[in-house]
């Protein structure tokens, strides 16, 4: 069974840091391009970073460019987003996922993760 599991969400004031982690199991993953998803109340969800395989290429939406990192370490199948200067705005439930093209208007997700919920506080 695949699964992918998010870890290391919370509760953090404005300005703060978080990272989340996402573990993967079931199956190599390394084939896939991974990346992270948001989910605020009341709106669309939203690719916010994707990684490539070997970790060569990383892309972010503008909002978090600068701010938010993303890596990942093949050898653990785990993917993190290193969240920093944290905003109010970024309050949502994060979402790990797999496929491709992931920051295209047309993702192609193949697994989603269940979520963590990050609320940054002013």
């Known amino acids: 069974q695949v699964q992918l599991v998010e870890s290391g969400g919370g509760l953090v004031q404005a300005g703060g840091s978080l990272r989340l982690s996402c573990v993967a199991s079931?199956?190599?993953?390394?084939?896939?391009?991974m990346g992270w998803f948001r989910q605020a109340p009341g709106k669309e969800r939203e690719a916010v970073a994707a990684i490539t395989w070997n970790g060569g290429t990383t892309d972010y939406t503008d909002s978090v460019k600068g701010r938010f990192t993303i890596s990942r370490d093949n050898a653990k199948n785990t993917i993190y987003l290193q969240m920093n200067s944290l905003k109010p705005e970024d309050t949502a439930v994060y979402y790990c996922?797999?496929?491709?093209?992931?920051?295209?208007?047309?993702?192609?997700?193949?697994?989603w993760g269940r979520g963590t919920q990050v609320t940054v506080s002013s």
């Open positions: 996922a797999a496929g491709r093209f992931l920051l295209s208007p047309r993702p192609q997700v193949n697994y």
């Open positions: 079931g199956r190599t993953f390394s084939s896939y391009v």
